[in-house]
Nanobody, 125 residues
Framework: QVHLEESGGGSAQAGGSLRLSCLVSGLSARRSSMAWFRQAPGKEREGVAAIYNGGSSTGYADSVKGRFTLSLDNGKNTMYLQMNNLNPEDTAMYFC??????????????????WGQGTQVTVSA
């Protein structure tokens, strides 16, 4: 059974940093396509970053490029999202996702089979 568990969310001031973790069980994070999504109240779920090809390739939404970095710790089967220079527009529930189906783009939520429960990130001005 596949289980994804996010942690590391919390509150930060604008310009600050947070690191999210996604502990994966039941599948290999390195062998799967993994991604982070976020959803703010009243908005659709938005793709933030994804990693694939055994962790050698990554993709980011334009809104987070240069600020967020996604990585894998294969030994811990854990995916991380380092978020720097946060701004209030980054406030959302953040979800990790795994195993992208064929026919979907890298940051398309409908393409991912497994999801975590989410961790809240709140950034104040």
């Amino acid at each position: 059974q596949v289980h994804l568990e996010e942690s590391g969310g919390g509150s930060a001031q604008a310009g600050g940093s947070l690191r999210l973790s996604c502990l994966v069980s039941g599948l290999s994070a390195r062998r799967s396509s993994m991604a982070w999504f976020r959803q703010a109240p009243g908005k659709e779920r938005e793709g933030v970053a994804a990693i694939y090809n055994g962790g050698s390739s990554t993709g980011y939404a334009d809104s987070v490029k240069g600020r967020f970095t996604l990585s894998l710790d294969n030994g811990k089967n854990t995916m991380y999202l380092q978020m720097n220079n946060l701004n209030p527009e980054d406030t959302a529930m953040y979800f990790c996702a795994a195993e992208r189906r064929g026919g979907y783009t890298l940051l398309q939520a409908a393409g991912y089979r497994y999801w975590g429960q989410g961790t809240q990130v709140t950034v104040s001005a």
